[in-house]
């Protein structure tokens, strides 16, 4: 009956085997030409490279499936790989792509059921486009009316987070997109986390322990002391924290 | 005292102290954990307070630790309880181990108990996230527990001082209904050193607002007392209370 692991302290029971849902990262590929999709990984790493050491990411074929060049998957793996990410799996990809990701030991996922952002976008050559692109892509937007308690983690994939409740300290907020905060901001807030730099964060009374956007922080001790409990918002400005009382 | 057939459980397996706080620690014979294992039932296990004929204790064991609770068994318990009982009380072990989350998986309601200092109250914004995470109302995406405050050893005087946070700050950092304040006491010690609950004590700061607690929690609009600091009547003066 027990979803929870209680341990049991069975010495007949040397593991258990159950399922657990995680939120992973994807890369969706827009593009086969491996020296944009090198140049443009080069960018987004060098804006955060912290955020990405470690961070096990799924690749996304569906846009390239059908298109007649061929990915290799095995050198963007490598490419990802080098850059501290952990490619686990691909998804959405043709035959041949799914028989590659076999040999490489990589898993094939389905399709994931959280969101449908119909992103119907030819190919495109990504040697002409920017970082907008990618922006440009529909955002959702995660709201919670409860307080978050120290703690607890809110990730919202993809798009915005708005907090309409306070945020103890030791939580911690995190965003693709914007962060709201309606209430007391205690904790951590982690705007923009995918690297896009035009993200904020604002909130009713600045108390946070730790601000971020695209992966530029401050701590609380680095924070202007005459903002503390006031409304803000905090955004990027030439690669610094700017932090506006509203 | 206000006539509802009430359970308390003691959750602090391997700590076992309720039984003396509630002076019946000299008729233990069967604990909490016998009754999970089976080992004795229900009705063996449950001792009946001396003071109040609606009042039900049943004790943690002492010998064993906490891992000696499960899921299924407490589940069972507390079904068993709850056929007879109106109230079950789990008095959780403090911090968020194995104790405190089988105590409060099946919860209600639950009355986060803290004190007025920062740590204190760090760790009950932790543990009203386990509640809102953790419990079987949240796993069911049932309504979630309601949750109330209880602000224990409060005294407005180190408060005026600035040595402890002030109601009105815990209030605001817990976002929660606050169900009463406790003031600091010497008649708590007193009370649990001999094995009467504080809350018989009629005259004390601390019974009183421990009934008022009953009370708001069983639905009363009480305003809240022992927050400003009290000054002495001539009469107390007089005699150096």
Sequence with gaps: MSVNSFNKEDPGTAFELKADSFTLPFLRLLSTDADSVAKQLAEKFSQAPDFFRNTPVVIDMKVVADGENRVELAWLAGLLRSYGMI????????????????????????????????????????????TKSTDSVLRETTVITRPVRSGQRVYAAGGDLVIVASVGSGAELIADGNIH???????????????????????????????????????SENLDATMGGKPVHIYLDNNSLKIDAI | MKGHRSAVIDFDVGLRNLDLIMGCERRVVYDFVNVINGEANLNQALIRDKRSD??????????????????????????????????????????????????????????????????SVRDSDRMLGILASKSRRAENNEEPIKEYLLLSRYSPERVKEGEMLHVEDVKEILALQLLGVVPESKAVLTASN??????????GDAGKAYMDVVERYLGEDLPHRFIEIQKKKLFGRLFGR
């Design chain 1, 87 to 130: 490619p686990v799996g691909i998804r959405g990809g043709n035959e041949a792509h799914n028989e590659s990701a076999a040999a490489l030991k990589l898993s094939v996922l389905s399709e994931g059921r959280a969101r449908k952002t119909v992103t119907k976008k030819p190919p495109v050559d990504l040697s002409d486009a920017t």
């Design chain 2, 194 to 203: 001999s094995g009467v609950p504080v809350i018989l004590d009629k005259e």
């Design chain 1, 181 to 219: 905060v309606y209430g007391t901001l205690r904790g951590r807030a982690l705007a923009g986390v995918g690297g896009n730099r035009e993200c904020r964060i604002f909130c009713n009374n600045l108390q946070a322990e730790l601000v971020s956007v695209a992966g530029t922080y401050r701590v």
């Design chain 2, 54 to 119: 609606n009042l039900y204790v049943l004790p943690a064991s002492q010998t064993r630790d906490k891992h000696a609770l499960t899921q299924e068994g407490v589940g069972r318990v507390l079904e068993e309880l709850s056929e007879d009982f109106e109230y079950v009380i789990c008095d959780s072990p403090a911090g968020i181990e194995h104790g405190a989350t089988m105590a409060m998986y099946f919860a209600d309601d639950a009355i986060v108990v803290t004190n007025p200092e920062v740590s």
